[in-house]
T-cell receptor, first 115, second 112 residues
Framework: DADVTQTPRNRITKTGKRIMLECSQT?????MYWYRQDPGLGLRLIYY???????NKGEISDGYSVSRQAQAKFSLSLESAIPNQTALYFC??????????????FGPGTRLTVL | EDQVTQSPEALRLQEGESSSLNCSYTVSGLRGLFWYRQDPGKGPEFLFT???AGEEKEKERLKATLTKKESFLHITAPKPEDSATYLC?????????????FGKGTKLSVKP
């Protein structure tokens, strides 16, 4: 079984619709992240969470919100989807290691298309 | 501003033809440099973490090296299954704790 799972894997929606992308992990990691990937732009951080009560904005948080329901679950919402939010979305997790830079492990991704 | 530049954007090799990918970085104090492999439509797969200049790590046909300004991913005698996009990322002391800064990647194609 995959350590980091994302649902759905593919989603097509219309402008103005509310969309939720979900991420679950069985790695036991405290830290979780949401990224988007666009052709030619690389991976960009949307939001991150170091524990259930800690949520932080990343580089491109406008138009997105998140919820950390439990240590193992981190959801990303698009309140009113727009076409330029069409992208690949990745969830990642990392352990909290004192004194060492933690490595992030990525899920399989969700391909979102907003028409 | 922390920045990562990868070159070349694309690289085509014949099977067995060794080469190197470059990752140049600018960061306010390096906490770690990461290499990932990404296959089309899939999530990045972790390869290596390097922490200080002079450090080297190897895995099968891949070897990553680090200097104060750049990292190289050396591919020795590549096979077609090594075809993928290779991503470099850095994490510095200056930015927010959660931020990895990614390069745009090098797309490697290995022909039999």
């Amino acid at each position: 079984d995959a350590d980091v799972t994302q649902t759905p894997r593919n989603r097509i929606t219309k402008t103005g619709k509310r969309i939720m992308l979900e991420c679950s992990q069985t790695k036991g990691h405290d830290r979780m992240y949401w990224y988007r990937q666009d052709p030619g732009l690389g991976l960009r951080l949307i939001y991150y969470s170091f524990d259930v009560k800690d949520i932080n904005k990343g580089e491109i948080s406008d138009g997105y919100s998140v919820s950390r329901q439990a240590q193992a679950k981190f959801s990303l919402s698009l309140e009113s989807a727009i076409p330029n939010q069409t992208a690949l979305y990745f969830c990642a997790t990392s352990p909290r290691l004192a004194g060492v830079t933690d490595t992030q492990y990525f899920g399989p991704g969700t391909r979102l298309t907003v028409l | 501003e922390d920045q990562v530049t990868q070159s070349p954007e694309a690289l085509r090799l014949q099977e067995g033809e060794s080469s190197s990918l470059n990752c140049s970085y600018t960061v306010s104090g390096l906490r770690g440099l990461f290499w990932y492999r990404q296959d089309p439509g899939k999530g990045p797969e972790f390869l290596f973490t390097l922490y200080s200049a002079g450090e080297e790590k190897e895995k099968e046909r891949l070897k990553a090296t680090l200097t104060k300004k750049e990292s190289f991913l050396h591919i020795t005698a590549p096979k077609p299954e090594d075809s993928a996009t290779y991503l470099c990322a850095v994490r510095g002391y200056g930015g927010s704790q959660g931020n990895l800064i990614f390069g745009k990647g090098t797309k490697l194609s290995v022909k039999p």
